[in-house]
């Protein structure tokens, strides 16, 4: 299977893609309230996203699911669509795929906690996740459970896919930066994390969103020295602020997060890509990097 | 023992997350007949206050913060009722708090009510996706002193900005104080808005809150 040839070929740093809501957000689109729906009601603004960081060189994009698991789509009263939604995704991105590239299936927080925060319990997480897995599975190549924040609910997830799926998984994480290290938001470590990720047995191990490039450098070097798993490295580009007309804009300058990304290249991760605030443009400059290397 | 060491016994059974002992001792608080003002402030406040200091340097996380405000409020919830003199002095001033229209990001929001409430405010809180016109409703018929509105996303933020506007139109704007939070909330967008504060985190949320009545 080519991810993990890709994998097993120590010259290759696999190219992710960057993000998807800011790019639905640059083209006029009010979200709505879950990008997700889109796949649905503007499919070709969503094929046009993926394409475009396909066609500046992303080895392989995730599909536009971040928020299509049950617990996540019952919010927003659209549980009974889950099945037309997550197939319509798999369906706008194979239309752009090319040939060489990978599809991967994109699995976001279930956006409910566990007690004492809130009151949802491993079993509903992983069901939750079970459903949207069933359906992607005819689809993706591999998968990316990303943006998590609790190490429990990750691990709900890894067993929700592997019960479904024998495709290969990236899980990511999303720690904060603290003056004692690097911690999710629940407070697992980034030590912690590791240790349990890799007892799970994922591919590939990873971080994403809520810190920017420059943060994520140190976070993949401290993970380096935890473990000899392929890294994955999705950082934000910034934080966002608003512009004069209220549109959302990252002022994180493109050429110093592509800097960043080749530090952590250098450090040893393996996939990089961007997350919010990122764009072709971003995920072009480090193709360059790639490819000079 | 002494009275500052039983409220410093309290401080910490909060700060340790000791449910057990810290219900024990407002009860013993109760049946002694000891003030329960004082209880309140200068035992079970100050260890709210350490729970808030942990946070904020991050060695406690959202499950700590979280059940050290319940252990907290469960407690208030046995106290209050035999405050000496009526429960009238329990109340720092009213809250009405939601995350604005669009937006079914709760947890944020939810953080900020539970701290408020832990330090003695009276909360209302609406929920999430909420309609601008809604928070100002409750607002006024609960005659709150605060309004929060919480947005977690950069396309729902432009709704904080409708609740002050419509404050505004309506001409009540100086009856009510309106704090905004959320990830992408900066003290600018604050500004820009035209709110009166800003808070990064839920302590902050609290001094703000305290701050703006003047407490």
């Not at chain 1, 099945?83 to 369906?91: F, P, R, S, T, Y």
């Not at chain 1, 450098?217 to 401290?222: A, K, P, R, T, V």
């Not at chain 2, 905004?180 to 902050?204: F, I, R």
């Amino acid at each position: 299977m080519l991810f993990h040839d890709w994998l097993k070929d120590d010259s290759k740093i696999i190219l992710f893609d960057g993000a998807m809501g800011t790019e639905i957000f640059k083209r006029g689109i009010e979200p709505g309230k879950i990008p997700d729906l889109l796949n649905i009601e503007k499919p070709d603004i969503i094929s046009e996203i993926h394409k475009s960081y396909y066609d500046v060189g992303s080895d392989m994009c995730q599909t536009c699911t971040f928020g299509s698991s049950s617990l996540n789509l019952k919010k927003y009263k659209l549980e009974d669509r889950i099945k037309e939604i997550n197939e319509k995704a798999l369906e706008n991105i194979k239309k752009v795929c090319l040939p060489t590239c990978l599809i991967v299936g994109d699995i976001g927080p279930s956006g409910e906690f566990r007690p004492p925060v809130g009151n949802t319990t491993s079993e509903q997480w992983q069901s939750s996740f079970a459903n949207q897995v069933k359906i992607l599975e005819n689809g993706v190549d591999l998968w990316h459970i990303e943006t998590i924040s609790d190490i429990e609910e990750m691990q709900a997830a890894i067993r929700a896919v592997k019960k479904n799926s024998e495709k290969p998984i990236i899980a990511s994480m999303t720690y904060n930066k603290t003056p004692r290290g690097y911690f999710t938001i629940m407070g697992d470590s980034l030590e912690k994390c590791i240790q349990i990720l890799e007892q799970k047995k994922v591919d590939v191990i990873g971080a994403n969103c809520t810190i920017g490039s420059n943060d994520m450098i140190g976070l993949i070097e401290e993970s380096i020295k935890l473990t000899n798993k392929p890294l994955s490295a999705k950082p934000n580009a910034g934080q966002p602020k608003i512009d004069k007309n209220g549109k959302p804009f990252y002022e994180y300058p493109t050429k110093d997060y592509a800097r960043d990304i080749h530090d952590m290249i250098n450090l040893g991760a393996k996939i990089v890509g961007g997350c919010c605030g990122t764009s072709p443009q971003t995920i072009m400059e480090i193709r360059k990097i790639i490819d000079s290397l | 023992m002494s009275q500052e060491k039983f409220y410093e016994e309290i401080s910490d059974a909060i700060v340790n997350l000791n449910e057990d002992k810290a219900t024990e001792l407002a009860n013993k608080a109760i049946d002694k007949n000891f003030n329960i003002l004082n209880v309140i402030e200068v035992g079970f406040g100050a260890g709210i206050r350490r729970v808030g200091e942990l946070w904020d340097a991050g060695e406690f996380f959202l499950p700590e913060l979280m059940r050290g405000a319940k252990i907290m409020q469960d407690c208030l919830d046995l106290l209050i009722p035999h405050l000496q003199g009526g429960i009238e002095r329990k109340t720092l001033g009213k809250v009405v708090i939601a995350t604005i229209e669009g937006d079914i990001h709760s947890i944020g929001k939810t953080i900020v009510a539970t701290m408020l409430r832990a330090y003695g405010f009276e909360v209302y809180d609406l929920g999430a996706d909420v309609p601008a016109e809604k928070i100002i409703d409750e607002a006024i018929e609960k005659n709150v002193d605060i309004i929060g509105v919480s947005a977690l996303l950069t396309t729902t933020m432009l709704g904080q900005k409708k609740v002050i506007e419509i404050l505004k139109k309506k001409g009540i704007s100086n009856k009510f104080k309106v704090i905004l939070g959320g990830a992408p909330v900066t003290s600018k967008w604050v500004e820009e808005c035209g709110a009166d504060g800003y808070a990064g985190n839920a302590v902050e949320a609290v001094e703000l809150a305290k701050s703006l009545l003047r407490i």
